[in-house]
Each structure stands twice: as structure tokens, then as C-alpha cells.
């Protein structure tokens, strides 16, 4: 076999291995994608309203919290917006998700400073 018609085989070798090795590394980043979205948050919805979310034993929705700090939704969100309250949050797709663990921390810390 002349080296004129190496040139074409190498280089059909070469495509078929580059798309494999894509599709295998794009497996592994959307299974990847997949544990880590499970892990941290599921969104469900109840009789078509909007996604609540479901986290891992660390997280909590805001109406959780709210029931955690002994107040009601409405005015933990109320006061998160008017920056009355410095509480650990996150806002993910219009909900509110706090840290059990960072909302104990501000809670001590709050407490040790004789805060609010």
C-alpha cells in the first residue's frame, strides 16, 4: 500500500476516534451534571404550581426555614428583601434555599454578638 493511500485511512481513523472519545466524554460530564443536580436540589411540582425545592438533609426551602426559625414564610422573605435580615441564602430560579449548617453558624454567631 503506496503512502497516498495511508494519508486518507489515518485521517478517517483519526475523526472516528475523536467522536468517540466526545461522546464518551460528554457522557461523563452529563452524568456528572446529573448526581451533582441531584444532590444539591429537585425541583417537583405539586398540582402545576411552581417548583419547590427538595434538597439534600442540609438545605431547606423557605417556608422550611421559616418553621426552623419559628416565623412565618411571608415575613422571613419579606425581610430578606428589605435587607432587614442577613441570613446565608441562595435564590435558585426564584426560590429561596438556605443551609441548615450556615443558617446554625449565623445563628451562633448571632447569638455570641448578642445580635438580633
Known amino acids: 500500500m503506496g503512502k497516498e493511500k495511508l494519508l486518507p485511512i489515518s485521517l478517517l481513523c483519526l475523526a472516528v476516534a475523536l467522536v468517540i472519545s466526545s461522546v464518551i466524554i460528554s457522557r461523563g460530564i452529563t452524568d456528572s ?3 451533582i443536580s441531584e444532590n444539591l436540589w429537585q425541583a417537583r411540582s405539586v398540582n402545576n404550581a ?3 425545592i427538595v ?11 421559616a418553621e426552623y ?11 430578606i428583601e428589605n435587607k432587614k435580615l442577613d441570613i446565608p ?8 434555599v ?3 449548617n450556615a443558617i446554625n453558624k449565623w445563628l ?7 445580635g438580633n
Open 55 to 65: 434538597a439534600n438533609k442540609d438545605t431547606m426551602s423557605s417556608f422550611e426555614t
Open 69 to 79: 426559625l419559628y416565623t412565618n414564610q411571608e415575613l422571613l422573605i419579606q425581610d
Open 89 to 96: 441564602y441562595v435564590k435558585i430560579n426564584g426560590n429561596y
Open 33 to 35: 451534571a446529573k448526581v
Open 108 to 114: 451562633e454567631t448571632k447569638h455570641t454578638a448578642g
Open 98 to 100: 438556605f443551609s441548615k
Open 50 to 52: 411552581s417548583p419547590t
